[in-house]
């Protein structure tokens, strides 16, 4: 199983950026998917989920309306959109598999993260 983030970067604030997770070594469209950011000297933050199915999706109150989380399971990619970043979106963002139906504390593999920096 391996998740590999990349699309990370300097964005200046009100900028844009799109993270991309290529996933291999399972059945991709099997697993609820989540990203998760790490700011620095901070604890993990959830930020956004989809479900393997229907492409249900939640976001966290401090992103919604400013991210877009989706995915490709056919070429097996979790992306998430992040449009009018903010200086506090600054952080490690991680991707994640979950277990369908289960909480994001379920996720069982991650990626090694791709930094977020968002700085004028």
């Known amino acids: 199983v391996q998740l590999v983030e990349s699309g990370g970067g300097l964005v200046q604030p009100g900028g844009s950026l799109r993270l991309s997770c290529v996933a291999s070594g399972f059945t991709f469209d099997n697993y609820d998917a989540i990203w998760v950011r790490q700011a620095p000297g901070k604890g993990p933050e959830w930020v956004s989920c989809i479900t393997w199915d229907y492409g249900y999706t939640w976001f966290s109150d401090s992103v919604k309306g400013r991210f877009t989380i989706s995915r490709d399971n056919a070429k097996k990619i979790l992306y998430l959109q992040m449009n009018n970043v903010k200086p506090e979106d600054t952080a490690l963002y991680f991707c994640?598999?979950?277990?369908?139906?289960?909480?994001?504390?379920?996720?069982?593999?991650w990626g090694q993260g791709a930094q977020v920096t968002v700085s004028s």
């Open positions: 994640a598999r979950v277990p369908a139906g289960t909480g994001w504390v379920a996720a069982d593999y």
